[in-house]
């Protein structure tokens, strides 16, 4: 998939070192569910997500976020159909940027993509993401988006040794097409 300031493609063994200068960031993973990863960890969840990639039927969509002009990895975005209830029409969401590129609207535009992946093509009926109660660029982009806040998931992570809150946000098939009508 590609907009005109990120694309999204599938994970490859060479984007280890673009994903490490995120998930081995601490600025970059500051508001993320996890602390920053070693190289060997990066190693690990680019495997994961290649395996992933392959199955049937499939389930995640761990994709690299592209810079268009260049192809150069800037970010991780996923969406992972809820497989525990029947219909699987609900996914979660999920991205990270490298920090040098944060504040172009690449984030939005990520998500946009993210978006457009599940209802537009898997046909979704609903797609969340949870943020942390101190990431106000994800409030903002979630909003700005037409993603509702639903409420808060109380000590829902253990991070860095202290219990994390999140807010969840979500959007439904008709909310997201009137947005795109706009």
Known sequence: MRGDRVGLREFTADDVDAVLAIYGDPVATRHLSFEPRTRDQV??????????????????????????????????????????????????????????????????????????????????????????????????????????IEGRIRHHLLIRGAWRDSIVHSILEDEWRATIQT
């Open 43 to 148: 190693e690990a969840t680019i495997t994961a997500v290649t395996n992933a990639a392959r199955a049937e039927p499939r389930t995640e969509y761990s994709l690299a976020a592209t810079l268009p002009s260049t192809g150069e990895v800037i970010g991780f975005a996923r969406l992972a159909i809820d497989t525990q209830h029947a219909g699987q029409n609900s996914a979660q969401i999920g991205f990270a940027l490298r920090p040098d590129t944060w504040g172009r609207g690449l984030g939005a535009q990520t998500v946009e993509l993210l978006l457009t992946l599940g209802f537009g093509h898997l046909g979704l009926h609903r797609i969340w993401g949870a943020r942390s109660p101190d990431n106000t660029t994800s409030d903002h982009l979630m909003r700005k988006l037409g993603m509702i």
